[in-house]
């Protein structure tokens, strides 16, 4: 079936610098890729969508110049949360859908960011 | 503006029997539903969808019920097994555009099946 490996799974940063999550479609070509971030017993709240080759598409209230996405691939995005601070700490998740739609919305497994 | 509602957060059953899990929407142009199993720290993943053209569909264990003129859906798992204990969320999409296929989550309901 459909997989995407993100990574890192866990990490942890000093407040100011970057990170750099990164999300790969292993068998298939995501030209659709959803940045979403989950705090604890709440929903997945999506923050952009991006298409391959195109800039991503932000969801009201998330900062574009904060969370930057690239989508340069049909095998790779990438988040960068830039200037870290601890209120970005959360659970970041991404997900992947093919042109077609036919492998549905594949899911990585998740990063979980800590901001000190 | 919560569009996909799950009011219940918890839900807890015996091994063997059934868990009903709810699932409301607010948005008439939703017309396909998803239902994913999380466990913490990790990605969802993905258990049964149905399109708005059905009413029903069903997975082995789990079935999946859309009430449009309610704008409901109830995932069924008949039996439960402790195994299924997970938080489960309903998701939706549909629209118009580019919105197309962008997921609206629901809260989740916490799932609990006691051996």
């Known amino acids: 079936g459909a997989v995407v490996s993100q990574h890192p799974s866990r990490v942890i940063c000093k407040s100011g610098t970057s990170v750099k999550i990164e999300c790969r479609s292993l068998?298939?070509?995501?030209?659709?890729m959803f940045w979403y971030r989950q705090f604890p017993k709440q929903s997945l709240m999506l923050m952009a969508t991006?298409?391959?080759?195109?800039?991503?598409?932000?969801e009201q209230g998330v900062e574009k110049d904060k969370f930057l996405i690239n989508h340069a691939s049909l095998t790779l995005s990438t988040l960068t949360v830039t200037s870290a601070h601890p209120e970005d700490s959360s659970f970041y998740i991404c997900?992947?859908?093919?042109?077609?739609?036919?492998?549905?919305?594949?899911f990585g497994s998740g990063t979980r960011l800590t901001v000190v | 503006d919560q569009q996909v509602k799950q009011n219940s957060p918890s839900l807890s059953v015996q091994e063997g029997r059934i868990s009903i899990l709810n699932c409301d929407y607010t948005?008439?142009?939703?017309?396909?539903f998803l239902w994913y199993k999380k466990y913490p720290a990790e990605g969802p993943t993905f258990l049964i969808s149905?399109?708005?053209?059905?009413d029903k569909n069903e997975d082995g264990r789990f079935t999946v019920f859309l009430n449009k003129s309610a704008k409901h859906l109830s995932l069924h798992i008949v039996p439960s097994q402790p195994g299924d204990s997970a938080v489960y969320f309903c998701?939706?999409?549909?629209?118009?555009?580019?919105?197309?296929?962008?997921?609206?989550f629901g809260k989740g309901t916490l799932l609990t099946v006691n051996p």
């Open positions: 997900s992947a859908r093919d042109r077609g739609g036919s492998r549905g919305y594949t």
């Open positions: 068998d298939f070509q995501a030209t659709t």
């Open positions: 991006s298409n391959e080759g195109s800039k991503a598409t932000y």
């Open positions: 948005n008439s142009m939703f017309d396909y």
């Open positions: 149905i399109s708005s053209i059905k």
């Open positions: 998701a939706a999409s549909g629209g118009s555009g580019g919105s197309n296929y962008k997921l609206t």
